[in-house]
Nanobody, 116 residues
Framework: QVQLVESGGGLVQAGGSLRLSCSAS????????MGWYRQAPGKQRELVAH???????DYADSVKGRFTISRDNAKDTVYLQMNSLKPEDTAVYYC??????????WGQGTQVTVSS
């Protein structure tokens, strides 16, 4: 059984910062890629940021220069540092991990609300 626990969401004013965390626990052999997605009301879930096991990163154009994804392999944890937040960043944020032999797992989601 694998669980992903997210934390760090909340309400922040435009221009503010938040840091999301997602920790994996359970029977894990190794974690390949990790990523953050978001889904705003009435919209499809979209990729925000992605990081490979080697540390290569990729970002949605809308967050480049403002968000930073990182991971701590010793803790099986991925982070998303979000700076200069905008109201359009408001969404439920989900982490996703790709586990060796086990496939993909999703977190439960954490709400991020940015007020103008």
């Amino acid at each position: 059984q694998v669980q992903l626990v997210e934390s760090g969401g909340g309400l922040v004013q435009a221009g503010g910062s938040l840091r999301l965390s997602c920790s994996a626990s359970g029977t894990i052999f190794s974690i390949n890629a990790m990523g953050w997605y978001r889904q705003a009301p009435g919209k499809q879930r979209e990729l925000v940021a992605h990081i490979t096991s080697a540390g290569s990163t990729d970002y949605a154009d809308s967050v480049k220069g403002r968000f930073t994804i990182s991971r701590d392999n010793a803790k099986d944890t991925v982070y998303l540092q979000m700076n200069s937040l905008k109201p359009e960043d408001t969404a439920v944020y989900y982490c996703k991990t790709s586990l060796a032999y086990l496939g993909d797992y999703w977190g439960q989601g954490t709400q991020v609300t940015v007020s103008s």
